[in-house]
């Protein structure tokens, strides 16, 4: 079997629960304009920009909005989330993840983030983890958002590892697709429905951690 010489992680979800920030930023915009949002909808936002997020709000509400206003209630919605995620702390990492990373580390797999979230760094300095890893990637670094695979084939080519080399990590159906478009193993980190097209799922980082060396 290829042993993989490069680990790439997305963050929400994986390594720290942020989800429930976007979710609440998203709430209380979506109220001040008066449109509905829910869990449900709130499902479809995983893993994708703050723009295409906005547009599928939209677009369950049947509503337009021009590209400027688009941009400034993304970004409204963004203050409100960098508001929230002041407070986390390293006791918000996932099960699991330090173990991993020390393991991962130990054999001399590189290792990034990914992540669509332009907030990466400052939530991987709150956790106080950023130097944890060789690289990140955010939204901001790149033109096209999961389901593409640039983010991941970016992450891979500046910690000098081939596609086919890396183990991708992801909770989202939309980070599945983009690893796997990419060519990398995919880790689906959840629900098995959810993320049918992984190569393997787990429920978290800490049932992953027994089985490494069948892939590193």
Known sequence: MLRRKGAIFDLDGVITDTAKYH???????????????????????????????????????????????KEYYANRKNQYYVEMIKNITPKDILPGVTNLIATLKAWGVKLAVASASKNAPTVLKNLRIIEWFDHVVDAGRIKKGKPDPEIFLVAAQNIGVKPWECVGFEDSAAGIEALKRAGMLAVGIGDKEALKDADLVVKDLTFITPILELFF
């Open 23 to 69: 979710y609440l930023a998203w709430k209380r915009l979506a109220s001040e304009l008066g449109l509905y949002f829910d869990e449900k909808i709130n499902e479809r936002l995983k893993g994708i920009g703050r723009l295409e997020s906005l547009e599928i709000i939209l677009e369950e509400n049947g509503q337009n909005f021009s590209h400027q206003e």
